[in-house]
């Protein structure tokens, strides 16, 4: 059972001015989509500190480099794209969002070779 | 270790000089043509030029180094260009062992019999042993899914990356009576050459190209630059004689080989690229892209090189 909101303890680390890397498909993707499904957790802390930049981060060939499971990394090139820092609009719905953030995550990805 | 051969002081020497000339001329066309940088031609030429100031002092450490320097400065060119290659297949997560076998076991595992001289299994090492063994172990891992694709893939990376690149330190195993204790100036031959080739391609290639060669595969590829570069490669091949152990028309007719070989070796390397949607194949080398796109053609260019040196030459 939590003790404290996940949610409350990235927003008291924002305060104290660190910034935080967060992964919102919440676990490894081994689908053949290229982004799962964000949980809500961004959703949240975007209404809980709307200033803060959210920049969405692509990292190619992750997957490769480190299967789920695995224990030794392949020395593969890795990528890293930054795109354009997104806010939670006013007004905008949780669920569209969500799937907003996702697409602009998505279209960092490289062209399918 | 034996003293690297004098021969070997004057090559540096000649190719510091063509180094000096080369940086001359790309600064002299920048200040007459450009010289607020704003012609991308002649700014990535000067990039060019520069790396191969890095290259060129690398290369020649290696080779002054002797056996070690050059065994071990083709180890870490395999590495990056297995690492380049395999970045762009599709292989899958059942092929995790298998290329962590490419990179950790048979990488090394080749260059060892290469130092140790044992061609008759590092000549069939991996076209033999790992060609079938890789395959087993994705197998056992599941996963049919193009299956012949990933295996495919992985093959021709490990063919490339490892096996032709080992190719330039076995030169130094060759017997050629007369010649003792000076291979590693066939390995400076070797790289010189095909690289003056594709040098003096680009360069032809930039000043008369007209008619594309393969145009859906490489729009820089011209039979202009084609036909002036493997010339003008070929016929340095010829006046560099005194470091090999050939006639200087023997000379011309090796380096004309290897340059066709390197010639081949860029334009399938151009081939997969295209295929894959990149331009270069990495970032590394300014100017130039990746290793693999400096190595293209060394690696068709040096398993020929070595095999008609051992059928003609070396006492085996």
Same mark, same amino acid.
């Given at each position: ?22 992964? %919102? $498909? ?7 989509? *290229? ?12 209404? *809980? ?6 920049? %969405? ?9 480190? %299967?789920?499971? $695995?224990?030794?990394?392949? %020395? ?27 697409? $602009?995550?998505?279209?960092? *990805?490289?062209?399918?070779? | ?28 066309? +920048?200040?007459? #043509? ?32 002797? +056996? ?27 092929? @995790? ?11 090394? #595992? ?5 130092? @140790? ?22 197998? #056992? +891992? ?22 032709? &690149? ?8 060759? !017997? ?29 290639? =930039? ?23 493997? &010339? ?6 010829? #006046? ?47 100017? @130039? ?12 260019? &040096?398993?020929?090189?070595? !095999? ?7 006492? =085996?």
């Amino acid at each position: 059972m939590r003790t404290e909101d996940p949610v409350d303890q990235m927003v008291a680390a924002l305060d104290e001015g660190y910034s935080l890397i967060l992964f %919102p $498909e919440g676990k490894r993707n081994t689908t053949e989509d *290229a982004v799962l499904p964000f949980k809500t957790g961004l959703y949240h802390l975007a209404s *809980a500190r709307p200033d803060i930049d959210l920049v %969405p981060v692509w990292i190619a060939n992750l997957s490769r480099i480190m %299967p789920k499971g $695995e224990l030794i990394p392949l %020395p593969l090139l890795c990528t890293v794209t930054f795109g354009a820092a997104l806010h939670l609009n006013e007004g905008e719905a949780k669920a569209d969002f969500l799937l907003r953030a996702a697409s $602009e995550l998505r279209a960092l *990805a490289p062209a399918p070779a | 270790m034996s003293a690297p051969p004098s021969e070997l002081l004057g090559f540096l020497v000649a190719v510091g000089t063509i180094l000096v000339l080369a940086t001359i001329a790309g600064q002299t066309m +920048r200040w007459w #043509l450009a010289p607020d940088r704003s012609n991308p031609i002649i700014e990535e030429i000067n990039a060019r030029i520069a790396s191969w100031w890095a290259m060129v002092v690398l290369i020649g450490l290696a080779l002054l180094a002797g +056996r070690a320097g050059v065994v071990v400065l083709f180890a870490v060119c395999s590495f990056a260009a297995l690492r380049e290659f395999l970045s762009l297949t599709r292989t899958a997560r059942a092929d @995790h062992w298998s290329l962590l076998l490419a990179f950790y076991a048979i990488l090394p #595992l080749q260059y060892l019999l290469v130092w @140790h001289d044992w061609y008759g299994l590092y000549s069939i090492f991996i076209p033999v042993y790992a060609f079938l063994m890789l395959p087993v172990l994705s197998a #056992l +891992r599941g996963g049919p899914e193009r299956f012949l694709d990933r295996i495919a893939e992985t093959q021709w990376a490990i063919m490339l990356a490892i096996y032709c &690149a080992s190719y330039v330190p076995a030169l130094l195993n060759l !017997h050629v009576p007369g010649y003792e204790g000076q291979n590693i100036l066939l390995v400076a031959y070797l790289i010189f050459v095909v690289q003056f080739s594709d040098v003096m391609q680009f360069v032809w290639g =930039k000043l008369v190209g007209r008619h594309r060669i393969a145009a859906s595969i490489s729009p820089s590829k011209t039979w202009e630059g084609f036909v002036g570069g493997v &010339a003008s490669a070929s016929l340095a091949g010829m #006046l560099l004689w005194w470091i090999t152990p050939f006639t200087p028309i023997v000379s011309l007719l090796v380096s004309l080989l290897i340059c066709l070989a390197g010639f081949a070796g860029g334009l399938v390397l151009s081939a997969i690229k295209r295929d894959r949607g990149v331009k270069d194949w990495g970032y590394v080398i300014p100017g @130039h892209g990746g290793f693999i796109d400096r190595l293209d053609s060394v690696l068709f260019a &040096a398993p020929i090189f070595l !095999h008609i040196l051992r059928y003609y030459w070396s006492v =085996k």
